[in-house]
């Protein structure tokens, strides 16, 4: 298999973790949820609310 495959993947995680950080969500357990869920995660954390400050996880 191509390595930029896993490449693009990683990348993708780690976009999903700041996206979850900007909708003051856990970055790193968006993180994990994404090398396993990849895309399904992304339009997960692009349909979620924003959090207020105070649930902050």
Known sequence: ???QY???WGTLALINA???Q???RSGL???FAS??????ATFILL?????PADDYN
């Open 29 to 31: 357990n968006w993180f």
């Open 1 to 3: 298999m191509d390595g």
């Open 47 to 51: 349909t979620l609310e924003k959090l």
């Open 18 to 20: 700041g996206l979850a």
């Open 6 to 8: 896993y490449v693009g």
């Open 22 to 24: 900007g909708k003051n």
């Open 35 to 40: 090398i396993f869920l990849g895309p399904i």
